[in-house]
């Protein structure tokens, strides 16, 4: 999901809203309920940010990996990317 002129803090409640909608569904098929969890990566991109489009993914997939790492059903904020001291 891609929410264009949205800051981290709105980002981050929106993926909490949609993870826990989530995570209250109950699904039905034939004669079976079930529920399903899902874990998401948050990254953001603004107008003072260096990073390509694919950094840009690649912050969100390893925010993503780092949720389900922590035990899934989560939402995941990625970390800066921390610069090389040599350049």
Known sequence: V???ETGMEEGLAVAEKIRKEIDDA???EDHETYHVTM???LASHGPDTKNTKNE???QADS???EAKK?????VQVSAPKKKKWFG
């Open 26 to 28: 109950t699904f039905r």
């Open 2 to 4: 891609v929410l264009s």
């Open 70 to 74: 922590q035990g899934k059903n989560r």
């Open 39 to 41: 874990s998401l990566g």
């Open 63 to 65: 925010a993503l990996l």
């Open 56 to 58: 840009f993914i690649e």
